[in-house]
């Protein structure tokens, strides 16, 4: 999971921040879909001023997917931006950036940034919006727990979906003949 830290500080205080609790989220519903626990890693010690690590990078080549948390900070930050770009080269290396028409960063976005603010390797990737807009005021909402029982159903919703496309992608990759289906 690549993600700007800021995005998950908690605004409740002595609560596990967004993308926290949507790391546990989606390990739990990606087990009970693939029958096996996955390996999802994300830093969670790394900030905005260390260098980047070219362990990180040289992980990349056993990395099955990658997914971005696209929020504003996350498209301002250099280490972010340069994440998705090694996964990207580093992808095309192996079996490529796409497998059946499908990208292998998954884009989840917390928060609206325009499109063409989205790092360029993966502007043309639809995505996961976790937002909705209020008719009323054109204000956005996060998904979340913190904005009540609609925003939170609908966070579950989305999460459901997401587990759902990447346990069929992670099957695909097993079982190419899965990936037709």
């Known amino acids: 999971i690549s993600y700007a830290h ?30 096996r626990r996955p390996v999802i890693w994300r830093d969670d010690s790394l900030q905005g001023n260390h ?13 099955a ?8 900070r996350y498209v301002k930050s250099d280490w972010c931006i ?19 028409n499908k990208a ?3 884009k989840v976005i917390k928060t609206p940034v325009r499109m063409d ?7 043309g990737v639809l995505g996961y919006e976790f937002y909705n807009t209020d008719p009323g ?7 979340s727990q913190v904005f009540g029982n609609e925003t939170e159903r609908l966070y579950w ?12 992608f992670l099957e695909s990759l097993e079982d190419p003949q899965t990936a037709d289906a």
């Open 6 to 35: 800021i995005d998950d500080e908690s605004l409740i205080q002595n609560q596990k921040g967004w993308i926290s609790e949507f790391h546990r989220a989606l390990d739990i519903r990606l087990a009970q879909l693939l029958g």
């Open 137 to 143: 005021t054109g204000r956005v909402k996060e998904l």
């Open 65 to 72: 997917i990658m997914l971005s948390i696209i929020t504003p």
């Open 82 to 100: 340069k994440e998705v770009e090694e996964f990207y080269h580093t992808s095309q290396t192996n079996i490529g950036f796409t497998v059946s």
């Open 104 to 106: 292998r960063i998954f």
């Open 157 to 168: 919703e989305k999460l459901d979906d997401l587990a759902h496309d990447i346990s069929a």
């Open 117 to 123: 603010l989205h790092p360029e390797k993966i502007s």
């Open 51 to 63: 260098v980047f690590d070219k362990q990180i990078v040289d992980q990349f080549s056993k990395v």
